[in-house]
């Protein structure tokens, strides 16, 4: 992947996270849907927010972690192609999110 490609894919995953809505999300722990609605748009808001990726060692914004409510949340970005099976970032397209319980 070239250099121009990487930040372009950055800029992408960017604008996705900080668009997110529910419907984005394709898989949700179930501790974490339990707790609620108002939890879950609480976990978004807070990752369209996320400014820090210290743990994004390949630095495409596609994993995080927050926290909400003392609860440690990570989630990733997922790439599909257009038969919805996985894919590289650089032929990806299309965009979902997974969201789950930190250990």
């Given at each position: ?5 990487f930040d372009r ?95």
């Amino acid at each position: 992947m070239s250099p121009k490609d990487f930040d372009r894919i950055r800029r992408e995953n960017d604008r996705f996270r900080q668009s997110l809505n529910d419907a984005d999300v394709i898989l949700w722990q179930a501790d974490l849907v339990r707790r609620g609605s108002d939890f879950r748009d609480a976990v978004l808001r807070t990752i369209r927010e996320q400014s820090n990726f210290e743990g994004d060692v390949v630095g495409l914004h596609d994993w995080g972690t927050v926290v909400v409510d003392n609860q440690s949340i990570e989630w990733t970005l997922a790439y599909l192609d257009r038969n919805a099976e996985a894919a590289p970032p650089d032929l990806a397209n299309r965009r979902v999110m997974v969201i789950a319980s930190s250990r």
